[in-house]
Structure formats: C-alpha cells, structure tokens
C-alpha cells in the first residue's frame, strides 16, 4: 500500500502525523486528555489517503490513538503532579475499573461498524462540549465525591466508553470531577493520571481484534495499531506534553473551560461532517 504512493505524497502525511502530534501533546497537557480527539481525525485523513478500506479504518485510527497516547499521558500527568494539583488516591479506586471498562469497549468496537463508533465519539463529545462551553457551576450533581462504589462504577464506564472511541478518558473524568465541585484545574491535573491506565489494555485489545483483517490494513501494522503512526506522533506529542500542563496552570478557570469545549466540539463537527457526506 505505502509502496504505491510516491513519495511526494508520502511526505505530506509524514509531516501533517508530526505536526499532529505536537498538538496532541499540547492538548494534553493543556486540558488533561490523551489527545484522542485530535490523533483520531488526523490518522482518519492520513489512513483515508492511504487507501485504508472504509469498514476497518476507524477502527486503525483508535487502537493506533491509544497506543500514542500512553507516552505522552504519562508525561502530561508526572508535568501536573509536580504542580501538586492531582488529588491522591483517585487512581487507585479508579483503575480496576476503568481496565475491565477497557476489555468489555475494546470487544464492542471489534464487532461494531466503524460508523457507530464515529456516532458515540460524536454524542459524547457533543455533551461534554456543552457542558464545558455553558460553564453554569449549578450543573453539579454533589458538592464532593461520592463513595468509593459509585467511583468505581464512574471508572467502568470512563474506561468503556474511552476504549471505544479512542481517547484515554481524561475528558470525561474531567467532566465527572467538576460535576461533583473539582476545580477544573485540579480536574484536569487529576484526569490526565487516567491516560496512563486506560490505553494499554485497549491497545492490546485493539491489536488482537485487528488481527484477522490484516490483508486489508497498511503495512507495518500490528492488528487494529499502524506502528508508522505511532513512531510518527508518539514522540513528538510526549515531548509537547509538559508545554502544554504549564499553559494549563497559567489561565484563568473560566479560559480553560471555554478552550476544552472548543476543542471537544470541533471534533465532534469533523466526524458529523464525515458521517453526512459518507
């Protein structure tokens, strides 16, 4: 597949993969997420040049997303840890939770079309968006965290949910903290430990679902995960990771919940496009 291009095209790719990745990196740390929402669009444009076939080539843009993301989550979380703002003891009650949530979104998303789970992507997005860009600090459902139960319940779903869409949850336990009173700072610092957990079951489920349809992925690529993707954005985005948690920590609350609803809604506008136009 990559041998039929030349290389005039190959290059713009290569490039718009880097140039990804430092935005990703940025995001994370900015916002506490893995940077599922700009990777996911990025590879879909680059693995739609390169011929992916329709019926796999989202399924490739998540377990690819997941995989990059571990490096620059962990960078992103040790940047806000050193600030003091990650609350103790959450990752700990999340993260039995949050795994199982994986194993059950990443078997989901082997046997479902890769156009109902652009759809979830979509609506998750959409609300969260919505939620960060009304900044009504009335929309809370208790003023501290509930009990270890119902936390890890949270943590199934954020893990399920994450698996299936591509991203390592740090939105939506962002979402979930400030629910709840967190200050989106402390939010944001805490969400971004959840994107060391999250992606590595997922993209070793990602992996072995991908598996029996290698024949129509691109080459050097281990089930659902495009090694050239990784290569390409993984370590551009972990070096940005900590540039972005220091911006983080320098805006004002309400800036840094406009930008995290920005960011979540465009996306979300990208995949509504590509669904319309087929």
Known sequence: MLASIPWSEIAPLVLALIVGGIATGILAGLLGVGGGGVIVPVLYEVFRVLGVADDV???????TSLA???PTSWRSYQAHKARGLVIPGLLKVWAVPAVLGV??????????PGEVLQGVFIAVAFLLAAKSLAGKTQWRIGEGLPGKAMMRVSGFIIGMVASMIGVAGGALATILLTLYGVPIHAAVATSASLGMLIPVPGVIGYAVAGWPHLGDLPPL???YVSVLGFLCMAPV???AAPLGARFAHALPRRALEIGFGLFL???ALRFLVAIISG
């Open 57 to 63: 080539r989202m399924q490739l843009c998540i377990g």
């Open 265 to 267: 809604l465009l996306v």
């Open 103 to 112: 194993i059950a979104g990443s078997a989901l998303a082997g046997v479902v």
């Open 221 to 223: 690529s281990l089930g």
């Open 237 to 239: 985005s972990a070096l």
């Open 68 to 70: 990059i993301i571990i």
